[in-house]
């Protein structure tokens, strides 16, 4: 996917209501889904690196490397019977 076919995808997203989390790489990846979803989050991943360019991608662009990575969006509102709504936080 090149530079603007991303950007096009991520805006179609936020548009949908998705946020974007994270781009990386496994064991990472796995950890946040898990996490988010446990919040009562939905979790979307996208095969590569989307983003609307706000980061600096120069690290993506190098040839083959974008390949391993995926871009995590979520959608929804956390539980509200979590650990961070007691009066400690």
């Known amino acids: 996917m090149d530079r603007e076919q991303a950007r096009r995808r991520h805006r179609d997203l936020t548009e949908e209501g ?6 990386g790489e496994e064991p990472r990846l796995n950890v946040l889904i898990e996490t988010y979803e446990s919040l009562g989050m939905e979790t979307l991943v996208e095969n590569g690196v ?4 706000a980061n600096c991608r120069r690290c993506f662009e190098s040839e083959g ?12 509102r956390a539980k509200k019977d979590g650990r961070f709504d007691d009066d400690l936080f």
């Open 18 to 23: 998705w946020e974007w989390r994270f781009t």
């Open 50 to 53: 989307l983003g609307d360019d």
């Open 65 to 76: 490397f974008e390949l391993g990575y995926r871009t995590l969006y979520t959608r929804g």
